[in-house]
């Protein structure tokens, strides 16, 4: 009985294997007919189109992939890769899906921790953003409109080139594409001055599941609040947004300090924890990093290195009197501030050498520390962790050796904006959001499994200090642990295991929406705003 139930499964994969091998060939050529067809003469469509058998097929996909995890052969692949020049291409795109009931990945950056913008475990193909990269800065209007397939590094740059007392708030590595990550939020180190990217964006093109471009004037005022923070791949495809410049001063300031157990971190550490937050000027960002060094030596070397790493708004003379006031214990000293401007700024944020030229910003090939095989979790904490919790905290790092965390302080603009104002809920009341960062070099899924149970178990580990019912998450740091909507039974059950710990209540307002817009459920993935139940 047993034997031949073995045989049967195995007998049905075989079966299963030749009928996707047949259907891929025959879905591909139909496939490429409609966009084909969908497409105006004046744009052609054929020049865009990667088919499996193109040789620059592999390297197309590759060039965006940010996780080697998802960098093997025995990765699923797309069917094809459209790489849209021009918006009918889109449109072509999300019409020719549906036809042919091919699931649609879109892709602007790549950057998805679970590579949910390239990777599918059922026929698929990708829509890649990365030739719509234009970026239109308006300095009188202090706006900007930037394209999806644009990265953070070039609107940086762009902006820089325009003004040197314009800036955006948004992420830290340059090559996050502006599609994903505005859309699922964005924050970065001016987050306490003027909060998220997706706080600062005024307008949208969107192309919807009948192809239609839409704006903000066009579009339902429910659809512009859903795709601010609740994700686009959801609702439609983001062509571009329309953001507001905020104002920074000629001058800012920056300083990385690092500390190990040794040399007090923990006192430090607590005391940045009862200051980062609620206490310090709004024009003050100090992120800490706390990471295991001398790793590879012997359990009694090891220690917890906590990284303090500052932007300031401001000159390093107001910096190092707000120091001195609020967080003595790190004992910042004039020589580890260094003025510059806050283009540079970013490059510093990003562990680029002082002085490296500005343009560094427009490479879209990313530093080599982030190209690793990865995971990433995230939490929020609510109440101060006591000095005990800390230690044992600590003392769990150094026995799994593998994770790191980093605490991104909240408060200031953060704890202003009101929780419903957009569907990223997580504001007034957080001390900071962690992020769980676990890299390692090794391919394969023995490696990989290991490493991913280090990261679980010390996110398990951290419950007792974290936000509970729910336990929240940052929908940028995209964690499959927190639940996947499955391919055959996209329930709206399932949908709630993830979606009210990246959304909290919000969930249910982009749930109305989602049943609204697509009430077929076309724009979808594992984690996906899944529409209402039918009863
Ligand atoms: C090295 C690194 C550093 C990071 N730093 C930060 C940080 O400082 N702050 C922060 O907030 N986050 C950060 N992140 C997370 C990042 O913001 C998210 O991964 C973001 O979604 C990436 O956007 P992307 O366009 O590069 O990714 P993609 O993988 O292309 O897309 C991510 C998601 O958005 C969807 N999507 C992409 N483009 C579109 C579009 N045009 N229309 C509709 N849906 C679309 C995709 O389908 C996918 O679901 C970082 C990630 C990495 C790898
Ligand atoms: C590649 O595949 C496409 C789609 O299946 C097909 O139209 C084309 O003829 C193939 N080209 C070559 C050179 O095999
Ligand atoms: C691969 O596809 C691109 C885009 O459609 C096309 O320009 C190129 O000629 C193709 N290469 C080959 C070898 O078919
Ligand atoms: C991804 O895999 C391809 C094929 O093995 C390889 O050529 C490429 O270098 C890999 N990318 C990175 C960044 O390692
Ligand atoms: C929005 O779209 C409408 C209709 O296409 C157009 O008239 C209007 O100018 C657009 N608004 C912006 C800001 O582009
Ligand atoms: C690592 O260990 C060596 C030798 O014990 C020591 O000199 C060094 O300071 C340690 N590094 C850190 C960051 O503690
Ligand atoms: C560990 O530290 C001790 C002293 O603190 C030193 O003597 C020893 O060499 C170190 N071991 C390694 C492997 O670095
Ligand atoms: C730091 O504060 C102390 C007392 O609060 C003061 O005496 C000292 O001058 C200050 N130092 C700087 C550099 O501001």
């Known amino acids: 009985m047993r034997i031949l139930s073995i045989n049967f499964a195995l007998l049905s994969t075989f079966l299963f294997a030749i009928s996707l091998a047949n259907s891929d060939g025959s879905n591909i050529q139909t496939l490429v007919q409609c966009l084909i067809s969908h497409s105006q003469p004046s744009h052609p469509i054929s020049t865009a189109i990667y088919t499996r058998n193109n040789s620059s097929y592999l390297s197309v996909l590759d060039s965006y992939i940010r996780n080697l995890r998802f960098n093997t052969s025995t990765t699923p692949k797309p069917l094809l890769i459209v790489t849209a020049l021009h918006e009918s291409h889109i449109k072509a ?44 800065i308006n300095i009188e209007e202090e706006t900007a409109w930037v394209q999806a397939g644009a990265t953070l590094g070039e609107l940086y740059y762009r902006i820089s080139q325009k003004s040197k007392t314009h800036g955006f708030p948004a992420g830290v590595c340059p090559t996050v594409g502006v599609g994903g990550h505005f859309t699922g939020g964005g924050y970065g180190n001016m987050m306490r001055k003027y909060g998220l990217s997706a706080d600062n964006i005024i307008d949208a093109q969107l192309i919807d599941v009948d192809g239609r471009l839409l704006n903000r004037t066009t579009m339902e005022e429910d659809l512009f609040w859903a795709i601010r923070g609740g994700g686009a791949a959801s609702f439609g495809v983001i062509l571009a947004y ?99 401007s806050w283009v540079e700024s970013v490059l510093f944020y990003t562990d680029f050498p002082i002085g490296t030229p500005v343009d560094a910003l427009l490479s879209r090939t990313p530093q080599s520390s982030y190209i690793t095989h990865l995971k990433r979790k995230s939490d929020y904490v609510k109440e101060p962790i006591p000095r005990e919790g800390l230690e044992g905290i600590w003392k769990k790092m150094i026995e799994i050796d593998a994770t790191a965390l980093t605490f991104n302080p909240y408060g200031g603009r953060m704890a202003e904006i009101p929780e419903h104002e957009i569907p990223f809920p997580h504001r007034a009341g957080n001390l900071y959001k962690i992020q769980y960062a676990t890299n390692w070099n090794q391919g394969g899924d023995e490696v990989a499994n290991h490493y991913l149970d280090l990261t679980r178990e010390l996110h398990a580990y951290m419950t007792p200090f974290v936000s509970k019912f729910p336990r929240e998450a940052f929908l940028n740091y995209r964690d499959i642990d927190l639940g996947i909507n499955h391919q055959d039974k996209r329930s709206y059950f399932e949908g709630m295991r993830y979606g009210i710990k990246y959304f909290k209540d919000n969930f249910y307002r982009l749930v109305q929406i989602k049943t609204k817009v697509d009430p077929h459920n076309f724009f979808r993935n594992e984690q996906s705003i899944p529409t209402l139940p039918k009863f």
């Open 93 to 136: 795109s999300i019409i020719c899906a549906q036809m042919q009931g091919i699931e649609m990945k879109i892709r602007s950056g790549g950057h998805d921790y679970e590579g949910l913008s390239y990777v599918a475990h059922v026929p698929f193909f990708v829509l890649d953003m990365f030739n719509l990269q234009s970026i239109d």
């Open 242 to 340: 329309k953001i507001k410049l905020v104002r920074v001063p000629k001058i800012v300031t920056v300083f990385k300090i690092s500390r190990t157990i040794e040399q007090n971190a923990l006192d430090i550490v607590l005391q940045w924890q009862d200051v980062a937050p609620y206490k310090l000027d709004h024009d003050l960002f100090i992120r800490l990093t706390m990471s295991v060094v001398n790793g590879s030596t012997t359990i009694e070397n090891k220690t917890i290195q906590a990284t303090f790493r500052a932007l300031f708004l401001g000159d390093s003379q107001r910096l190092l009197s707000i120091m001195n006031e609020s967080l003595p214990k790190l004992g910042v000293q004039q020589s580890d501030c260094h003025e510059m």
